[in-house]
């Protein structure tokens, strides 16, 4: 698929990420860098999960090509995998548009260690 070219918007959302290929590589490469300075992979994973989200790099499925990654990040660090699906889509969206809106993770990030403890407790990891 790749980098997209063109404006994509966030329904519901006043945001509007950047429009510019160039500057979407260069916000991914920012990310990258970003994610691997972090220590925890909780942190790394929520910064995945947030930065994808944020800079929209794609026509379509940003958000789910962030809940993959960062489940990648977990997965590599021998952690649990989320799946949001203790979480209402209400509250999920809220979140959402609460840090696309005003750069807020206080919501999202609580969303992020219930889900994380709902999946702690109900998925088993092969070690």
């Known amino acids: ?3 997209r070219q063109g404006l994509v918007g966030i329904t519901g959302s006043k ?3 950047l429009d510019n290929r160039f ?3 260069e916000a991914l490469e920012s990310l990258s860098k970003a994610i691997g300075g972090v220590k925890t992979p909780y942190d790394k994973a929520l910064l995945t999960l947030l930065g994808v989200s944020y800079i929209q790099p794609f026509e379509d499925g940003n958000k789910r090509t962030a809940r ?3 489940n990648a990040v977990l997965l590599t660090h021998d952690c649990a995998p989320l799946s949001y699906r203790s979480v209402s889509l209400e509250r999920y969206r809220e979140a959402s548009l609460t840090f696309h809106e005003i750069n807020a993770i206080g919501p999202f990030r609580k969303i992020f260690v219930e889900q994380y403890l709902f999946a702690a407790e109900n998925y088993a990891l092969d070690a």
């Open 23 to 25: 500057q979407i590589r």
């Open 68 to 70: 993959l990654a960062a």
């Open 1 to 3: 698929m790749g980098i």
């Open 15 to 17: 945001y509007r990420p």
